[in-house]
């Protein structure tokens, strides 16, 4: 029979490291789970302009130091994915991980978003070969080579910006002519002389034999295709929530996310959702932070 901790955290992202340093700080005994990494979403953000009282800092900075912060206070970070979590009673759990089994008596669900896939051919078979969710994890191997962005929200415009220093050309495609970014960051963009902004249009078609050659973009309007030659497509449509494997212990609504208030409480007593995983209608650092705070809190008032 495994031992039993107060708090599992599921996700050692925002959220859940901040859920980690709250309950450690409240005396609980805390295991964050995570199969990838510590940091999740941000550690890939080059630089956090908005975080309340830090002028500036990159996401790889900010992530290893919530991680280096909640592990100096004693909570532990396992890296093993969990892969389902059964309620036995009130304060029992059991978490089934990849490397075996944990009880806890509360469990913070901080699993966060992933990217959102165009959902076109050949997508999944050019990941690594042209396909790329992360300008800054990959935008440096497409030196000197043109590429193009899909996308119109915050991430997509940061991405485009970062790509202009190293790329010959940046396509922005983006399905409408509004955005969702930052207004003030799409005009910087327009700014640099090797950007090209493609409106109302889709990717339809992804084209090369075994790496991108080019992406066929179709006008919503007018139904013109046109091939452009790229090298690389970074694909920045949002998120969807990480949740789904939750789906037989707490509610989910038809997207995927969790459903808590601003609580964090979901319908079932002792599980908590934070950050990005849970509905909410403002998905940024400061509200998973927020979330993290709120949840760890919630569950240590009920042990
Ligand atoms: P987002 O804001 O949800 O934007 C997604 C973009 O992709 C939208 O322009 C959307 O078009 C487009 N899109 C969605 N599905 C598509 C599809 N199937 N085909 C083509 N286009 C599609 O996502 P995000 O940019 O990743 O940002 C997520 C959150 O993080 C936001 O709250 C954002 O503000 C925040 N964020 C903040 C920062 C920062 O403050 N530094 C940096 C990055 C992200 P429509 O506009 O037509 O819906």
Same mark, same amino acid.
């Given at each position: 029979?495994? !031992?039993?901790? !107060?708090?599992?955290?599921?996700?050692?992202?925002?959220?859940? $490291?901040?859920?980690? %340093?709250?309950?450690?700080?409240?005396?609980?005994?805390?295991?964050?789970? !995570?199969?990838?990494?510590?940091? &999740?979403?941000?550690?890939?953000?080059?630089?956090? /302009?908005?975080?309340?009282?830090?002028?500036? %800092?990159?996401?790889?900075?900010?992530?290893?130091?919530?991680?280096?912060?909640?592990?100096?206070? @004693?909570?532990?970070? /396992?890296?093993?994915?969990?892969?389902? %979590?059964?309620?036995?009673?009130?304060? !029992?759990?059991?978490?089934?991980?990849?490397?075996?089994?944990?009880?806890?008596?509360?469990?913070?669900?901080?699993?966060?978003?992933?990217?959102?896939?165009?959902?076109?051919?050949?997508?999944?078979?050019?990941? &690594?070969?042209?396909?790329?969710?992360?300008?800054?994890?990959?935008?440096?191997?497409?030196?000197?080579?043109?590429?193009?962005?899909?996308?119109? &929200?915050?991430?997509?415009?940061?991405?485009?910006?970062?790509?202009?220093?190293?790329?010959?050309?940046?396509?922005?495609?983006?399905?409408?002519?509004?955005?969702?970014?930052?207004?003030?960051?799409?005009?910087?963009?327009?700014?640099?002389?090797?950007? /090209?902004?493609?409106?109302?249009?889709?990717?339809?078609? $992804?084209?090369?034999?075994?790496?991108?050659?080019?992406?066929?973009?179709?006008?919503?309007?007018?139904?013109?295709?046109?091939?452009? /030659?790229?090298? @690389?497509?970074?694909?920045?449509?949002?998120?969807?929530?990480?949740?789904? %494997?939750?789906?037989?212990?707490?509610?989910?609504?038809?997207?995927?996310?969790?459903?808590?208030?601003?609580?964090?409480?979901?319908?079932?007593?002792?599980?908590?959702?934070?950050?990005?995983?849970?509905?909410?209608?403002?998905?940024?650092?400061?509200?998973?932070?927020?979330? &993290?705070?709120?949840?760890?809190?919630?569950?240590?008032?009920? $042990?």
């Amino acid at each position: 029979m495994p !031992d039993m901790i !107060d708090i599992a955290i599921v996700g050692a992202g925002t959220a859940g $490291l901040t859920a980690a %340093i709250y309950a450690v700080r409240a005396g609980k005994s805390v295991k964050i789970y !995570d199969g990838k990494s510590y940091g &999740g979403q941000i550690i890939n953000t080059p630089d956090i /302009e908005n975080y309340p009282g830090i002028k500036h %800092i990159s996401g790889f900075e900010f992530a290893t130091g919530l991680y280096e912060q909640a592990t100096a206070l @004693g909570a532990e970070l /396992e890296f093993s994915a969990v892969e389902r %979590i059964e309620k036995n009673g009130e304060n !029992d759990f059991t978490l089934k991980t990849t490397d075996g089994e944990v009880k806890a008596k509360a469990v913070i669900l901080a699993t966060g978003a992933e990217n959102r896939k165009l959902g076109i051919d050949r997508e999944e078979e050019l990941i &690594g070969s042209g396909i790329s969710y992360c300008a800054t994890c990959d935008g440096a191997f497409y030196k000197g080579k043109a590429v193009a962005v899909s996308g119109g &929200g915050n991430t997509a415009i940061e991405d485009a910006m970062f790509l202009t220093n190293y790329c010959s050309k940046v396509y922005v495609i983006h399905r409408r002519d509004a955005f969702r970014a930052d207004a003030k960051d799409v005009e910087k963009l327009k700014e640099k002389p090797n950007v /090209e902004f493609v409106l109302n249009a889709n990717v339809t078609a $992804l084209k090369g034999d075994k790496k991108l050659e080019a992406v066929e973009v179709t006008d919503k309007n007018t139904g013109e295709k046109k091939d452009l /030659e790229v090298a @690389g497509l970074f694909v920045a449509i949002g998120q969807a929530p990480v949740a789904g %494997i939750f789906k037989n212990l707490v509610e989910v609504n038809e997207q995927g996310y969790i459903v808590a208030g601003e609580d964090c409480k979901t319908n079932v007593s002792g599980v908590y959702a934070a950050g990005d995983c849970r509905t909410k209608t403002v998905r940024q650092l400061t509200t998973a932070a927020a979330d &993290g705070a709120i949840a760890a809190l919630a569950a240590c008032s009920k $042990l």
